[in-house]
């Protein structure tokens, strides 16, 4: 029986992971296979749990990382994510929390907010730190840097 309840927590597992597609149950999965394969050699039920237990978080803290690093080679970042990290004007202040001004991006025109709801002058120099939406999230330049 306990062999049965294996199997289908494997398959329910799969589905949800097919279903997702986000690396994170087919771990279980795997230690649910790996349990199921201990009542084939009528092993009591406390070693099948430590079984999907060890298995399933070995597999987690050990083999994911290197699937999720090669499955994200394949990752193109659009425009907006090259615009991270750059540094523009700004042409109209941000006057504090809540409150919009606006920056020359590489010639273009963006809505910005600060970071931290700071007053920022206008002809300041920004960096661009998030974008939320069509607004970029910005903070003072360092001169320091």
Not at 85 to 100: C, D, E, P, S, Y
Not at 104 to 126: A, F, P, T
Request: hydrophobic fraction near 55%.
């Amino acid at each position: 029986m306990a062999s049965i309840c294996w199997l289908v927590v494997f398959l329910i597992l799969l589905g949800v992971e097919i279903g997702t597609l986000g690396l994170t149950t087919i771990w279980f999965a795997i230690g649910s296979l790996a349990a199921f394969i201990t009542t084939l050699f009528d092993a009591e039920f406390i070693v099948q749990i430590v079984v999907f237990l060890v298995v399933s978080i070995v597999t987690l803290i050990f083999v994911r990382p290197f699937f999720k690093k090669y499955l994200d080679k394949g990752k193109v970042n659009t425009n907006i994510d090259e615009v991270i990290g750059k540094t523009a004007m700004v042409t109209k202040a941000i006057m504090g929390a809540g409150t919009f001004g606006e920056a020359n991006l590489d010639g273009e025109i963006w809505m910005i907010k600060s970071e931290n709801n700071e007053l920022i002058k206008e002809n300041e120099i920004v960096e661009i730190v998030s974008v939320e939406g069509v607004k970029l999230i910005v903070r003072r330049k360092d001169e320091r840097k």
